[in-house]
């Protein structure tokens, strides 16, 4: 009788420690944060090439660039390094930054608009966002308009990998952004709306393997503190269930709810 007891205790102990660890949502979290890191780079990356192209220089006094163009008849290929210096900057969107963009622009299309531009090749020196250090290569390429008459950019990161408090984490990504609204307005941001597909492969900051596909195409906003609005996402770590993830309706609040089989989470964007 003991023997059963015991067999029992650790059955359920067992089955309450395997229920706990598939439930778990450090992927899920990691990759949302890795999905914010990236679309801030790429934000970051048009707002200051607006600038420079349109010949004005960054409102922010801690802000600089360092180009080898000539800022006054810009010619392409060129280089512009955005550098936020050494110590923190507090941004006008509350989000810290220290270390250089460096942005490669390396052909041109049409004209000297943000929609113009063919590739930029974003890479890192000693960059941070919120005190995590970014390394790898983020590319834009413009593939021009689709069939609905919408231009689109792929985004590719390669060899991502992101280093905070948590440990070290690393991201790869091919995304399809599609400029949805905002297009009459080329050099100004701030009034698009994108769609974003795609997929990604990842390892978490625990050390965990996972992969991550959008199901349902992301609404992104420029204004969004995190961007993604809506849209669904499943995210599958290494010998776990699959997590449906759903962003929400089109509200700017950083909550994403998580669906494992037929028990409900939900977590806030770091």
Request: charged share 20%; net charge negative; proline share 2%.
């Amino acid at each position: 009788m003991k023997t059963f007891i015991a067999i029992l205790f650790l059955t359920t102990l067992f089955s309450c420690k395997n229920n706990s660890t598939n439930n778990e949502l450090n992927s899920c979290k990691d990759n949302a944060l890795a999905e914010v890191i990236y679309l801030d780079i790429y934000m970051q990356s048009q707002l200051y090439l607006d600038m420079f192209l349109k010949k004005q220089t960054p409102s922010d006094t801690n802000v600089k660039f360092i180009t080898s163009a000539n800022p006054n008849s810009i010619s392409f290929p060129f280089t512009l390094t955005v550098s936020f210096g050494s110590e923190d900057v507090l941004g006008d969107d509350s989000k810290f930054r220290r270390g250089d963009l460096v942005l490669k622009v390396n052909s041109l299309a049409y004209d000297n608009t943000l929609l113009s531009l063919k590739e930029v090749a974003v890479s890192f020196t000693d960059f941070y966002l919120d005190h995590s250090n970014v390394l790898g290569t983020f590319t834009i390429t413009n593939k021009g308009l689709n069939g609905k008459n919408n231009y689109t950019f792929d985004l590719d990161t390669k060899a991502g990998i992101i280093i905070n408090s948590n440990g070290t984490m690393s991201w790869e990504s091919a995304k399809v952004l599609e400029l949805t609204a905002g297009a009459s307005t080329p050099n100004n941001i701030l009034d698009d709306t994108y769609s974003l597909t795609g997929n990604v492969t990842g390892k978490d900051f625990k050390g965990t393997d996972f992969k991550a596909t959008i199901s349902t195409a992301m609404m992104v906003d420029p204004n969004c503190k995190w961007f993604i609005k809506t849209g669904k996402m499943s995210v599958e770590p290494n010998q776990l269930d699959v997590r449906n993830l759903d962003y929400g309706t089109g509200t700017c609040t950083g909550q994403v709810s998580v669906q494992i089989k037929e028990e409900a989470f939900s977590f806030s964007i770091q």
